[in-house]
């Protein structure tokens, strides 16, 4: 009986002999080594793409005790902000060479937040990172004595150093007060403030921000959910029952109620009520009219949460890093002269 194996794939050392070059050459090249001439990098790259090389992940964990996986939990929600966080780290993490291996959670009790975190030391993961949006998520894995660096990605400003040494997040309070300061700007007395869920971490500090600004003779704010829906039905009310002048939304799904709401009632922004929102989601700049708020840059949180783990790997500690956020003006905020 006879037959054929089936062909190996190639190896590190295929790839230096078809490009002429040593074996550790070849490692420098994959791992992104300054000392490699372009030329050789160049031909040792030819040769992998030639070759149809692909590196062979167990074999370099074993050598370098590092898996290149980052383990990442996250809400089981589609609210821009959490989701865009998540896509703003995958991207950090890849082009530090990292995947990223993510558990979402419904519920954030610790024995859901155990779990995943378990899921991710049975698969070796490097570091975890956990994008923690509620106060429940804080409260979840403040017990869990955890073996691998960690950076908690969250706004809030009160985490315990001892807990939490690596934490990153964008400055929510310094958004809420360029909004809230924007409105005071156009000749308005007084801002009323749609604040989102207060077990929220954002909508915490973003209700600080706004108070920080408009002072003690402030209208009380209105808590809602982040659902335009509820944006919708507030601004149905506001309608009925008499409009203030000027109205910060805790995010952009909120003012888009808002102005829906205020469309059928016949009330015009900015003429009627001038408005801004918070998160500037894809779309926000095309509303009717569109929409000035307050801009995360997502990207540039992520790339500092991988630098955070970068840190700890190096056995560097860190306090709570914030990115500041940023202030679009559309018309939706401008007083007619």
């Known amino acids: 009986m006879t037959g054929t194996s089936p062909a190996r794939p190639p190896a590190m050392s295929d790839v230096a002999a078809l490009a002429g070059v040593s074996h550790q050459t070849v490692s420098r090249v994959l791992n992104d080594h300054p000392s490699v001439r372009p030329a050789t990098r160049e031909r040792v790259n030819d040769a992998i793409a030639r070759l149809g090389y692909r590196r062979n992940s167990a074999a370099r964990a074993l050598v370098t005790r590092r898996s290149g996986v980052l383990g990442v939990v996250t809400p089981a929600t589609a609210l821009y902000g959490p989701t865009s966080t998540l896509v703003g780290l995958e991207e950090a993490a890849r082009e530090v060479g990292w995947y990223v291996s993510v558990a979402t959670i419904r519920t954030f009790d610790g024995e859901s ?12 993961v490097d570091g975890i990172a956990i994008i923690a949006p509620t106060t429940e998520v804080a409260q979840a894995i403040a017990s869990i004595d955890l073996p691998v660096p960690v950076v908690l990605i969250s706004s809030a400003s009160d985490l315990p150093a001892e807990t939490y040494l690596h934490a990153v997040g964008v400055d929510q309070r310094h958004g809420a007060r360029l909004a809230t300061q924007h409105l005071l700007d156009q000749g308005h007395t007084s ?18 921000g706004w108070r920080e600004i408009s002072g003690p003779g402030a209208p009380e704010h209105i808590e809602a959910a982040w659902d335009a829906a509820d944006g919708y039905e507030l601004g149905r009310r506001l309608a009925r029952e008499g409009l203030p002048s000027a109205i910060f939304a805790a995010n952009d799904q909120l003012a888009l109620g808002l102005l829906h709401a205020f469309w059928e009632a ?16 894809v779309g926000a700049a095309h509303y009717t009219p569109p929409l000035t708020t307050v801009r995360q840059d997502f990207g540039a949180l992520g790339r500092l949460a991988v630098s955070s783990l970068q840190a700890a790997f190096a056995g560097e500690s860190t306090l709570h890093q914030r990115i500041p956020a940023e202030l679009v003006v559309r018309a939706s905020s401008i007083r007619p002269a």
Do not use: K, N, T
């Open 113 to 124: 937040m155990h779990a995943a975190i378990e899921h991710f030391l049975g698969h070796g």
């Open 191 to 208: 801002v009323l403030h749609v604040a989102g869920p207060q077990d929220w971490f954002d909508a915490q500090d973003r209700l600080a």
């Open 266 to 281: 016949g009330v015009r922004v900015p003429s009627d009520v001038a408005l801004v929102g918070f998160d500037d989601e």
